[in-house]
């Protein structure tokens, strides 16, 4: 009876020190999701996309038990001190009206300053945490204070120089385009010490708050592609005009002869080649880890200032369309507008292709170990070599002739000398589809645009699947209104919506138009121009069609 009891009393213990456990573990559990309230103040509006790439690092890192609130400064538009202290008496209010922040974030570097200037009166034992910072003086300096730390932007201008000398080796020049704002005199300072570095190379800057519209463009426009150009920021000219983000690379677009690099992430994608980016996103991120941190606990004072978080971000697109060579980059950066290699382009051919090649073998060695079925063998053999035949010519996924069976047929009118033109398809934002819907979607896309190419398909004109989302048709004419007409059904294919994940979708396509022996005389050149043609629809807006031009202008559908 003894013995029961005791065996009992320790069940009984075990139980309670269990219980004990698991409401420790639970408290833990929950401290560690922490309510808290961030402020995050930007030293600019939201319409910059830098500012929203920080506010998309920070909502990604909080949880949903966290409030994140936004002010902008809008320093980029208006900076003097009417509005600096506009802007304190409206937040000064707005502080009073609701609950205390655990953290306030300031992006940029007028955030910080404004901080520093109203510490005492605004965030008065509230922990700031800056990010995107260029002046690491001023920033080492704030960190010295117990209830401040943060991330500096460092742009590389040595990295984004040897990118440069990566893509052109024989440059002579370096060039950089920025303004008398905050970051782009500090951005300059630091840019013209490395001059020594690169003995070889003249440094010279394109000061947009020192040229009037007209100097601008002609500064610009005259850089030779002798020289690296660098793009770091562009707010104003000498005229007063001011510049938004956008504005700012359009210009620079509409002008630039040679490819423009960029220390920021705004404008690769939008034509910028690319370059060593202090990412936005990543500072935004750290930023918000940081604060997460401080609302569970954790003391600023041993946190430090940080290292600036850059990667190198690339647009494969614009190192084509300059005739460059992908330059080596590390494995971590981003590549734009990416374009696949050829085994993975074309893999949907390649694996039914090895597919069945291995099953002709596995016949052949059949053949080798039973002599008795030759006969039967043989039949087999000459079948499974038609079919593979076939498969050799057309598109596994939509049944079109694939690309080695469009090179055979245009070589073959080339070669006689056929006059003879050809349309390049994509699909507008097919990336997109693939990432929103999925990549069966974005089979069925390609499916259904196959079968309406195949309702147009006559005696003159044969729809392939080219590569990816790219298909291409020969017409085996080059009057201008046959092309006219067969070019204008093709855009029209896109007139009714695309099943995608079982929802009508509007879905658009680029076409470009080129001809032989009018355009080009090798096929080779002819498909440079008729993708010339279908880039310069994609840069106009998408969703049209433009026929080559030997001068080097594009004839587009109005």
């Not at 269990?18 to 402020?39: C, H, N, P, Y």
Request: aromatic share 10%; with cysteine.
């Amino acid at each position: 009876m003894a013995g029961i009891k005791r065996k009992y009393g320790l069940l009984c213990t075990g139980l309670l020190l269990f219980l004990v456990f698991l409401s420790a573990f639970g408290m833990q559990a929950k401290g560690a999701d922490k309510e808290g309230r961030i402020l995050f103040i930007s030293s600019y509006s939201y319409s910059w996309k830098t500012v929203q790439r920080q506010i998309s690092g920070v909502e990604d890192r909080v949880g949903s038990s966290t409030v994140v609130d936004y002010e902008f400064m809008d320093t980029k538009r208006i900076n003097d001190e009417v509005s600096s202290q506009q802007f304190y008496e409206g937040l000064a209010y707005r502080l009073s009206k609701v609950e205390p922040y655990d953290a306030v974030i300031l992006g940029d570097d007028p955030a910080l300053l404004f901080a520093l200037q109203y510490k005492e009166e605004l965030f008065d034992g509230i922990p700031l945490i800056f990010e995107g910072v260029n002046d690491t003086e001023l920033a080492a300096k704030a960190a010295e204070d117990p209830m401040i730390t943060g991330i500096i932007e460092k742009l590389s201008i040595e990295n984004n120089i040897e990118l440069g000398l990566k893509l052109y080796p024989s440059a002579k020049k370096v060039a950089v385009i920025l303004d008398n704002s905050i970051t782009g005199m500090a951005v300059k300072r630091e840019y013209y010490r490395y001059a020594r570095e690169y003995p070889e190379l003249k440094f010279t800057d394109i000061n947009a708050s020192e040229l009037t519209l007209n100097k601008l463009r002609q500064k610009i426009s005259m850089v030779g592609k002798d020289t690296i150009l660098i793009y770091v920021l562009m707010t104003e000219n000498a005229s007063g005009k001011q510049y938004s983000e956008k504005e700012a690379i359009q210009f620079i677009m509409n002008n630039a002869k040679v490819p423009v690099f960029s220390m920021l992430e705004g404008g690769i994608g939008d034509g910028f080649i690319g370059g060593n980016v202090a990412s936005m996103y990543k500072s935004g991120e750290i930023a918000a880890d940081i604060a997460l941190n401080v609302i569970n606990g954790e003391k600023v004072s041993n946190m430090g200032v940080m290292e600036s978080p850059n990667i190198y971000c690339i647009d494969q697109l614009v190192v084509k369309k300059f005739g460059l060579t992908m330059p080596d980059v590390p494995e971590n950066s981003d590549v734009v507008n990416y374009q696949p290699p050829f085994l993975e382009r074309n893999k949907e051919v390649i694996i039914p292709a090895g597919i069945l090649v291995f099953s002709m073998l596995a016949v052949v060695f059949w053949a080798m170990y039973d002599n008795l079925k030759r006969r039967k063998l043989m039949e087999e053999l000459e079948e499974a070599r038609k079919i593979m035949e076939s498969a050799s010519l057309h598109d596994f996924l939509t049944g079109l002739g694939n690309r080695s069976k469009f090179m055979e047929d245009i070589e073959n009118l080339v070669n006689t000398g056929t006059p003879c033109s050809i349309m390049m398809l994509d699909i507008d934002h097919f990336k997109h589809i693939n990432d929103t819907y999925g990549h069966t979607a974005g089979d069925e896309a390609l499916k259904q645009l196959a079968e309406r190419l195949k309702g147009m398909q006559t005696p003159i004109l044969t729809p392939y699947r080219f590569a990816g989302d790219e298909f291409i048709i020969i017409l085996k004419s080059s009057q201008d209104k046959i092309k006219e007409k067969s070019a204008f059904q093709c855009y029209q294919l896109f007139d009714e919506p695309f099943m995608l994940a079982g929802e009508k979708r509007k879905v658009g396509g680029s076409i470009g138009i080129a001809s032989y022996p009018m355009d080009a005389g090798s096929v080779e050149q002819l498909i440079i121009c008729a993708d010339d043609a279908m880039y310069q629809v994609k840069k106009s807006g998408r969703n049209n069609f433009a026929f080559y031009k030997a001068d080097g202008e594009k004839k587009q559908r109005e």
